[in-house]
């Protein structure tokens, strides 16, 4: 499948209410989210950054540039953000994004997702996720593959709500790959 076959418009943006009542509005990332995207990644605790980058990284401005300029066809990045935050809370909610890695075929992206640790436990990752999982099977993607901390239990139950687990395995000390069979939106046609 040719990319450019694969492509689907990315979703407008929308709000939702999260669990305390708060609302956030979910929209495609665009290149004026960097410093967003660096104030939510200068936010996330240590266990945070781990779990998402099994490490703890810092990202240099080549990293914010890269991960500000999805190209919305073979790198779709959605994200969260609260216009009026509560006090205590940026603005930057949460990102997941969908890599194709064309080495593993045209229908299988990378899945990642982030969420800033005072909006954790709210739902939104689990919305932003929906979201993504339909674009990304609107896009032509079919499976995902997904690297993470072997006790992050919160990103596999998020995913198995949009997907079926085809296959797991160790990578190192802490670090599982799981694959994906994405399911198909239930707006897809039948």
């Given amino acids: 499948m040719d990319s450019s076959s694969a492509f689907a418009a990315p979703p407008p943006p929308r709000f939702v209410t999260l669990r305390d009542g708060s609302r956030v509005v979910l929209r495609p990332l665009e290149p004026a989210d960097e410093p967003l995207l660096r104030e939510g990644f200068a936010r996330l605790g240590r ?21 500000c300029h999805p190209d919305q066809v073979d790198h779709l990045a959605l994200g969260a953000e609260c216009p009026e935050p509560p006090a205590g809370r940026g ?8 890599i194709r890695v064309r080495e593993e075929g045209e229908d299988v992206s990378e899945v990642a997702i982030a969420v ?31 690297l ?11 995913l198995e709500r949009v997907a079926e687990p085809l296959h797991r395995r160790i990578e190192g000390p802490g670090a599982l790959s799981t694959w994906w069979a994405l399911r198909p939106p239930d707006d897809a046609p039948g």
Avoid: C, M
Wanted: proline share 1%.
């Fill in 47 to 67: 266990d945070s950054v781990f779990k998402r980058f099994l490490g703890v990284p810092h990202l240099g401005d080549e990293a914010f540039a890269y991960l």
């Fill in 116 to 146: 800033a640790d005072e909006w954790q436990r709210l739902g939104i990752g689990r919305r932003v996720l929906d979201a993504l999982a339909a674009w990304a099977w609107r896009s032509g993607v079919r499976r995902w593959y997904a």
């Fill in 91 to 98: 603005r930057g909610v949460a990102i997941a994004r969908s």
């Fill in 148 to 158: 993470s901390t072997t006790d992050n239990e919160g990103i596999q139950r998020a």
